[in-house]
């Protein structure tokens, strides 16, 4: 296996098949020229920017290392042992620690936000982790109006940070997210009309394997690594400074949007599916997005609650006009309550907080697309999902280690695809049609660490069968 892992990236629109979560990476036989590696460094950095595992005679000389180990949202991550951590404060450091791991030939990993639900994205055994918990600094530029971040910055921290100033970036829609979500695309709630997340960069500061940094634009002679990195995930370096567009939200008070939740119980899932591809077919004002995803909870009883969430929000104060695009949503009977009103942007920012204790839980992830073409088999394949993903749920041999499943949907509107092509393309690159990005997330109970047969074969049958609806109607994924 490459010692180029893939960017932590939760939230992605590439188009896959499927993903197959729990690779087991291969234990480094390099573990003496790792610790050399990290020893060199230790010399070559400030001794607080590496550390070490905690030993049994000094148990404080961890530092940050256990608690940068055990914040990684998803638990499978907080597994792994690597042999020091690096804490960078500047690029340079990221560009001593890449020299030293390309020339010692060693193993490591990059964690930004942490929240990757991929296993091994964001931590390695027995090699370097470059951890950039201490690079957090965002700003704004009015005379270029752009915004500068560091890998560490999450979404919410992004936007309070930046809200008295009346600006945001185009990141992610779960506050706890950070800017590894940037590498794999990204979708926000602005995307419909600014585009993926990736295709507001303007520059950015890149370490490549070797040690070597560049600043890549969209028009220098680095343009090809500048797009690649809109979607291609860390693969190609490490970003250590982002440059973005600024999106001018507003501030807390200026409540320029209109929208909110509206929960429905599991007898109103099928006019829900074919309501989402009806707005995606039929939508095409820019200023309105939605997240719509169906959940199970297991309760404490081992019964299930299912239920389903629009999330509809419009870049327009006016209600009436509001009611008008999301009509479809509106009209769906029986619902369980909902939550519409005016908003601001930094409202919206927080609306996604996450319903579990975001920590402590494995989390199991896929990924694909569907298609919006006109049609009845187009309808079937949005219910079919929808009720492959009810029969997962409702596999009781299942309960004892899963907590919530969720099945969600992204429209991507032609307005945010044009707007990728125009700033000079990203390497997600969609066809010019509406396509929803549907992600299916595991969620496992506190503190459990292996995933059981049975969760695995279950989940494969859901992505057979999730895969099978495609088929039918010319999936993406064939075109790309
Ligand atoms: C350690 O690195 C050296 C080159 O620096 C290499 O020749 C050797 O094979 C490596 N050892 C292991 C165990 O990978
Ligand atoms: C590192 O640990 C110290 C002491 O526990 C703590 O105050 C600090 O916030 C930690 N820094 C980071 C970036 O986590
Ligand atoms: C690092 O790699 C880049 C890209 O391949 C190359 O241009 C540069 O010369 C390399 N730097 C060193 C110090 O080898
Ligand atoms: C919008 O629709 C809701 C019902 O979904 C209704 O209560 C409200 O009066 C409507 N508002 C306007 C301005 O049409
Ligand atoms: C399951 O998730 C809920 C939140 O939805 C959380 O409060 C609870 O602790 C979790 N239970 C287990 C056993 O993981
Ligand atoms: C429902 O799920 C079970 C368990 O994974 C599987 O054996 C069965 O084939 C599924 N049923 C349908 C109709 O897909």
Redesign the pocket.
Known sequence: MSKTRPAPMRLTARIYTFVLILVTLPLSSASDNTTLACNNLQTLLDPSVVQFPPTSNDPNSA??YT??IT?TWNLFNAEFTPTCIV?PRTSSDVQVAMKEIFDSDVNYAVKAGGHSAMKGWNNVDNGILIAF??MNHISYDPIKDTITMEPAIRWGEAVTALESQGVAPVGGRVDDVGTGLLLGGGLSFLSPAHGFSADNFVELDVVLVNGTMVTATQTNEYADLFKSLKGGGNRFGIVTRYEVRAVHVGTKEDKNWFGGSIMYPEASFDALAKAVLQYTQDNNDPNAAILVYFGALVLPDNTLFSFAMANLFHNNPSESLFNITFSPFLSIQPIISTTLGPLSYHDIAFSLTEPLPSNGHGQLFGATVLSSSPGSESEQAYIDTVHQWINFTKNEALYSELNTTVLAFTPIPVSQIVVGRQRGGNVIDPPLEAYNAVQFQVTLKTGIKSVSREMEEAREVFFEKWGSSFTRITPLSKRV
Do not use: K, L
């Open positions: 530092g940050n608690s940068t914040s804490f918990d201490y």
